[in-house]
């Protein structure tokens, strides 16, 4: 199975900075690499699919980057509603691992 | 507008079996391969199993491999997820999710999930 490492666990940060969470594979996964938001007791949502395409109606605040086996989320201009737990996914064999979640609070 | 709703999560004991469905509507159910994943409340996203639109293609974690089944019916446009001996760590809140494919990309990713159903295993 492909293991995939976010980082980092838990980041807190204040409106309108600019965030930046970090996922690791253990294997090339080229494209395939997918970025979810999830707030508490509700379902995860696509923010980021393939690396670098913004999903529709996602703000143009969000935006993915990388290559090979080390691929970045970065929030730019932190809103309140951001507060959130982050995931990154491949789809590039299965089982279609998540990494572990980043938790984003808002100070 | 797509709508992905589970339902039949409940109580049971170890060793017992559950079937949950994804009542799916707003898009041509049978055109899309269709995932599960579950989440244990408070930890992570884990992947469980998916099936392809006619449903002649499968796929499950090693986890639930010979105890979980996936099925559908896309003239009821409803997704299948059978699970049985159950044990007390497949405790957890259970997702349907669609995968939408991007044809520029060639990368499909999970576009609409339902609100989850919440199986608990436990004597």
């Known amino acids: 199975d492909i293991q995939m490492t976010q980082s980092p666990s838990s980041l807190s940060a204040y409106v309108g900075d600019r965030v930046t969470i970090t996922c690791r594979t253990s294997q090339i996964i080229t494209k395939y690499l997918n970025w979810y938001q999830q707030k508490p007791g509700k379902a995860p949502k696509v923010l980021i699919y393939a690396v670098s395409n913004l999903e529709s109606g996602v703000p143009s605040r969000f935006g993915g980057g990388g290559s090979g086996t080390d691929f970045s989320l970065t929030i730019n201009g932190l809103q309140p509603e951001d507060s959130a737990t982050y995931y990154c996914?491949?789809?590039?064999?299965?089982?279609?691992?998540f990494g572990q979640g980043t938790k984003l609070e808002i100070k | 507008e797509v709508q992905l709703v589970e339902s039949g999560g409940g109580l049971v004991q170890p060793g017992g079996s559950l079937r949950l469905s994804c009542a799916a509507s707003g898009f041509t159910f049978s055109g899309y391969w269709m995932h599960w994943v579950r989440q244990v409340p408070g930890k992570g996203l884990v992947w469980v199993s998916r099936i392809n639109g006619d449903g002649t293609s499968t796929t499950f974690a090693d986890s639930v491999k010979g105890r979980f089944t996936i099925s559908r019916d896309n003239a009821k446009n409803t997704l299948y997820l059978q699970m049985g001996s159950l044990r007390a760590e497949d405790t957890s809140v259970y997702y349907c999710?669609?995968?939408?494919?991007?044809?520029?990309?060639?990368?499909?990713?999970?576009?609409?999930w339902g609100p989850g159903t919440l199986v608990t295993v436990s004597s």
């Open positions: 996914q491949q789809v590039y064999i299965t089982p279609h691992t």
């Open positions: 999710a669609r995968a939408g494919y991007n044809y520029d990309s060639g990368v499909y990713y999970f576009d609409h």
